[in-house]
């Protein structure tokens, strides 16, 4: 890394959680990810504020976004990961503490529908927090986020 690349790194304010997740979709959605979903989590469970949640449809797009979201998050948000999980590149999770970023390929998505295990969770309107208005979803998602 460059010396003004460290500096500037340095001068980032870390963002609040909420701006991380939202920066979070903005990579994923950068790199092609569909289903993207935040899920609010601090009133339900103590160990996150919020569940980013996207699909990556292969095990290289899954890696790809995984490695925006964590240098967007370092770059813009000024944190960095406390830990970094995979199950076999079909599912990878970043933990930032108050942010979990879930990426899953179809699949695993359509299997474990973490989505649907914390649907008491206020979803972001991502449109018009984040901007993103092209995202594309999934009947199944499309239905839960009461867009259909």
């Known amino acids: 890394m460059t010396d003004a690349t460290e500096q500037n790194e340095m001068n980032v304010t870390e963002k609040t959680p909420r ?30 504020d919020y569940f980013v949640i996207v699909t990556a449809s292969n095990e290289r797009q899954v890696e790809a976004i995984v490695d925006a979201i964590e240098e967007d998050l370092r770059v813009k948000g000024g944190v960095k990961p406390l830990g970094r999980e995979c199950e076999d590149r079909t599912w990878m999770l970043l933990d ?53």
């Open 19 to 48: 701006e991380c997740a939202i920066l979070a979709a903005q990579a994923a959605d950068e790199k092609k990810a569909t289903d993207i979903m935040i899920q609010e989590m601090g009133d339900l469970t103590s160990v996150t």
């Open 96 to 148: 930032f503490g108050a942010v979990i970023v879930h990426v899953f390929q179809p699949q695993a998505r359509d299997y474990y529908r973490l989505e649907e295990l914390w649907n008491d969770a206020p979803v972001l309107d991502l449109a018009k927090e984040a901007g993103l208005t092209e995202v594309q979803y999934s009947e199944r998602i499309a239905q839960l986020m009461g867009m259909e």
